[in-house]
């Protein structure tokens, strides 16, 4: 059994807005085991759409639409499902009640063109919505269906798991769970990450173990499918040990966890503070620090030429590394600021290379211990400051006591 999403809007396609619902209703089909074949964008187009549709149906069990259920002439996607289903639209006297009664609690006056947002087609089953003005519905093909639910994503998402999720899983009897483990790694390129766990990421296994690349971080997803999330645990718990043995200490966390967080919490078990100097990264790291945790992050300094680092106390000497800089930085920072540890980083073009390099020193200094390091970066410079971001948060990680 397979499912399919098709979102609805133009803007998707002139790229005014990131299609977001796809993401969320993946993620929530996962949670109850239904797999999720296709995903597909097309634009308010009733042609083009009663088409996609009429696909859709042909191949996937269960269609959700999203978007193209607002008020106005440019939204045909209740057209476009009555088309593909052959179905007469029908005006819905209780849903134009709900809607009234939604305009009326909030002191609103209804406009015309709201009524339109009452017809379904015939037959369909009505999804009120008690978040907002876009009713959903669900029309019934056979044995399979079509879910159409409302582009705005707040109320996408409260239909789908309010409603929709219900609705799939006694209609279907599912009883499936696919569950994630994504482990979070820095250090390492993503094909010799690849090259690390080969074996794991062979096709037909389950669980099927993939990996995603960052600006200087690569996630490796591990998806279990099982009869219940127990089940789904037990069979991704043998393979993440045995990929966290292959990778050790590259790995940092997993799921939810961050750089900063995880920064933020060593620094507490200190009760301590860290601060920056930036040179080259334009507060990329500071701006991290800052999310990851406001009362450890003491602040710092952002450089924008050599003779700024006198303010620190501290002269850069003329042909010394961008290594040798940042350690020197790093350590300045920490003292005037007067705080457990200081981090900083220090950019450099590399002369005579083409296409260009960037020489990038990163350095971390605690009162007992110092880590620096030297990259070569390529690229452009938004993408460089955040690799740099990413790899001088790791580097205090390392740095810092371990929590475990």
């Given amino acids: 059994m397979q499912a399919e999403v098709v979102s609805v809007g133009s803007e998707l396609l002139l790229g005014q807005i990131v299609d977001t619902n796809s993401a969320v209703i993946a993620r929530h089909l996962a949670a109850i085991g239904l797999d999720l074949y296709y995903k597909t964008a097309v634009g308010d187009n009733l042609g083009r759409l ?37 179905r007469e639209l029908e005006f819905s006297g209780h849903l134009m009640t709900q809607i009234e009664a939604f305009f009326s609690a909030r002191g609103f006056k209804l406009s015309p063109s709201n009524r339109r947002q009452a017809f379904i087609p015939r037959g369909a089953l ?24 409302p582009g705005v994503p707040r109320e996408m998402e409260y ?12 209609r279907y009897g599912l009883r499936g769970e696919i569950k994630l483990r994504v482990l979070k790694v820095v250090g390492l390129g993503e094909s010799r990450i690849g090259e690390l766990i080969a074996e794991f990421m062979e096709k037909g296994r389950n669980p099927t173990v993939g990996t995603l690349a960052h600006l200087g971080q690569v996630d490796v997803r591990i998806a279990a499918k099982a009869a219940d999330a127990a089940a789904a645990e037990a069979l991704i718990a043998p393979v993440e ?93 920490r003292t ?5 540890a200081g981090a900083a980083t220090v950019f450099e073009p590399a002369p005579g290379v083409e296409p260009p390099v960037t020489v990038v020193g990163l350095a971390v200094s605690l009162d007992e211990r110092e880590e620096s390091r030297e990259h070569r ?6 993408s460089m400051r955040i690799r740099a971001a990413t790899l001088t948060l790791d580097l205090l990680r390392r740095t810092l006591p371990p929590l475990g």
């Fill in 50 to 86: 009663t088409a996609i549709l009429r696909q859709s149906l042909d191949r996937s069990e269960v269609v959700i639409t999203t978007g193209g259920i607002g008020p106005t002439a440019d939204d045909v996607t209740r057209e476009a499902v009555a088309l593909a289903t052959a």
């Fill in 126 to 149: 009505p999804i009120e919505n008690p978040v907002g003005t876009a009713p959903g519905f669900i029309v019934e093909v056979g044995e399979r269906c079509v879910i159409t639910l």
């Fill in 159 to 170: 239909l789908l798991v309010h409603r929709v999720l219900p609705y799939l899983r006694g």
């Fill in 241 to 333: 040990g045995e990929i966290r043995k292959q990778l050790g200490d590259l790995i940092f966390g997993a799921d939810a966890d961050t750089l900063e967080g995880l920064v933020a919490a060593q620094l507490a078990r200190l009760n301590g503070r860290v601060a920056v100097a930036e040179f080259g990264s334009a507060g990329a790291v500071a701006e991290r620090l800052a999310g990851g945790s406001a009362s450890m992050f003491a602040g710092g300094v952002i450089l924008s030429a050599p003779t700024d680092t006198l303010r620190l106390g501290v002269e850069l000497p003329a042909g010394a590394s961008a290594e040798a800089k940042a350690r020197l930085l790093a350590r300045a920072v």
């Fill in 336 to 340: 005037w600021s007067k705080v457990t």
């Fill in 377 to 382: 970066f390529g690229g452009d410079l938004p």
